[in-house]
């Protein structure tokens, strides 16, 4: 294929939206079409919008089909179903579950001859490589993760559902001084309430108990019972003022010894001011990547962890160097 | 094969004593000789130590030779040699010169049916992965590499050459400050000067010319004549007291931009006690890939870019998923 990589969106969220943004920046892709299965909103770009049922028509004018639809629902169903008929590449993030989810799209992604990269994104993903690069390399070490500041919006939906919320975004702050023990060469043991604070600004229904709904959300096993957390009430206005935005970011430290005692530490640090913006970034990079693995006949389905680095890179195996 | 990764040693510098020093902390591995062209030095462990010239005797006895010799002189002739008889990793480091030393090796690993990773190390090496990750991903921006605070053994070398000095120890700093613009969301263009310092401390014979070695210092091309460069002249007692040490280290830090003007910045960073020993580290997780690779039957040279990381793991590809 001479052309440029033709690109498809599955799911019109905050992820598909952050695809159509991204892709513009990315000189040999494309985006052809994105399917929904609600009714189209006006996407930015001028290519079709299509229900998600027609994708199959589009087998043979789709290089790679991103998968921007949620890991609870969406993917366990969609991916395996697209796998059989396009390359693919999701941000399935239901960690615990992603064996399982890797075998069904596997078996999917050989019976139709195609490649499926599953579980990109930052976390899985990028520090999911780094835990591996890390523990690999100095494996007498401990590999800390912390994520935020940002907004988790697994724990912000936690509370929507909470009776008489009708707003709610969690943020998540790493605490600081854990961080720093670990990079003056500690390896602490650390609790989840020792690495981070959960910050949650909840808009409640007139007439809710905000003493009711503070308690419960303090109690929420999981989510929020084995952490220190602040809720605040605020207004309507000032949530879409202040807490509309999705910023997010983290760390993964790796704090190791060689020889008689050398400290060695390795840190891994993302600042994002979109989280969703920086994620689909992600999903493109590795769309390209299955397109190469495509391209060479192989077939079924990866994670970050099996993809060459070199296959990511528009400059290919030539251009790199200037890198090296 | 049942049994653990034979590792052979070539060279007995301070990159073969660290080798020699961390692959007791990798279960899989096992370092079965040592080879060097010196009168062998009392090595750490109980493995012989042998004449490289009866390495070739070798052959069926080990299954990844870690070429531990230096860029200048040693590698360009040991490498494609050894690529002959052996599975092969390096730590090649002659940047501009790497194309062509790749194209050797694997031409030289091709008939010999063999796998050779070069370059390895964390500059080249996890510095030019993290480059690579971070352009791919996140186009729209611009790449930065700071070393150290940490020694600089070239610079070092260089300083030693000059006509009254008799030991020497550079140190690259880098500038915080101009960490900070691009930490800040900032994307400046910097001159080398306005990157890093260089802090040398010499010791000079007696009766030579501190304010010429000084000069001669400071207005060295490429090495010195580009940066602000301070020079203490100190005692041998209190050089093999204060500098003896190889710490090292650097940053590499991304700082792009997502959507309308969205900042994405992505840093890596290593700080290091003992260089070597570090280095060490990285070339036996890449020993345990070129062994992966050639298990698998493939041949001929690779870079840290074209290995999946997933190889670098003692877990595999079935234990990795607790990491993702």
Redesign the interface.
Known sequence: MSGKIRIGICGYGNLGR?VE??IV??NDMELVAMFTRRKALAPASNVPVLHVDSAREWKDKIDVMLLCGGSAKDLPEQAPAFARIFNTVDSFDT?AR??QY?QAVNEAAISGKNVSIV?VGWD?G?F??M???M??????GQTYTFWGEGVSQGHSDAIRKIDGVTQATQYTIPIESALQRI?NGETPDLTAREKHTRLCYVVAASGASLEKIEREIKEMPNYFSDYDTTVHFISAEEMNAKHSRLPHGGNVIHMGQ??GG?????????????NP??T???L??YA?AAYMLASKGEVGAR????????L???LG?EG??G??
């Open positions: 952050g943004s991204e920046k990315h960690h992603i064996p890797l579980s899985p990028l999911s490589l835990r591996l690069y523990g690999a390399i100095i494996p007498q990079r060689t020889g050398n400290k060695q530490q390795i840190e891994f640090s993302l600042k994002l001011d979109s913006e920086f689909s970034s992600v493109l990079a390209r994670t970050v962890l099996d993809v060459p680095p070199v990511l890179s528009p195996g790199v160097f890198l090296v």
